[in-house]
């Protein structure tokens, strides 16, 4: 099962503050890439483990990026280290966690609905285009953050559902706003375990798995976990909007950027297929890439002497086209995300 696009609304209302604190966000992007450069140089690839080359192809915000010559993964030049994970995932006051939390339950709801209420539904109908009724799996989504997603499956009728994460106060907010203790804390040197350890049927890692230190290890773990039959995955892919990053210094990188230190490809995401015994059930390709160029765009004609009568027209020019636009991306697999889900190989 394959589906494409997604209505971009939502998106741009949700994430103004990307439109309107550009300078706030360069500065806190910043920071984190001043914690990542002293780390030290990555020497294997993220995604295939083989051996990166020594020449960057190219440098963005003071960091080098290197595509693999093997499964063509973009790798930042450094190695996600348990300095940099700590700094960046397990501090709650840091920037990470704060971009995830809300006011209220109205606000909780509402991203719950418009982001990913259609996530919990592809799941569903994937399951169900496989012959299998998701009311009678059970389902740990992994990295659960504040609980949209478990929110989510719970409200189309998803009984056994919980989720786990590090952040201590998104559990304690998730659960609040969700009203139920099903998010539940556990600590980034207990990654392994909780994944080796679940008697799911269905793990679920919606933007997580690149900001995993040990990807590959957790892969395994779920590929040598007799209980987990599926896993829904979202991740970024290496797509327009880095081209965009790379000539807009700028402009807030969206993107590639902090916990974001590599991208995958359809090669990349085919070549773990393959390692760890999946095959794909279904695929949505979609991406926010014109919504990064508008957003930089926007930007730039905030910066310069230009009457607001010029601006007001690029708004009306952009506003219809963004989303025709960005599904001819999404058709051709050049999104800047897709959403995966894949059944373990039996043999």
Known sequence: MKQYGKPSTALILQKTSFFEENELHIKKQRQISEIYIKQPKRKTCKNCNKPLSDVNDFEKDGIGYKICDTCTHLNGAYEDTDKYCSLIYGNDEKVYAANYKVDDVEAFNYRVSSIYHPKAEFLYTSLLSHNVNPNHL?????GSGTGYFVSALKKIGIKNVTGTEVSESQVRLGNKMIGEELLFKHELIDTLNVISETKTDVISMIGVLEHLQES?????????????KYLMISVPLFSLSVYLEILSPNIFHRHLHGGHTHLYTEQSINYLCNEFKMEKVSEWWFGADMVDLYRSIYVKLEGIEASDKLKKNFGEMMKDIIDPIQLELDKKNRSSEVHLLFKKRTS
């Open 138 to 142: 059970s389902y740990l989504d992994f």
């Open 216 to 228: 590959r290890s957790v892969l395994k773990c779920i590929s040598e976990n007799t209980n987990i």
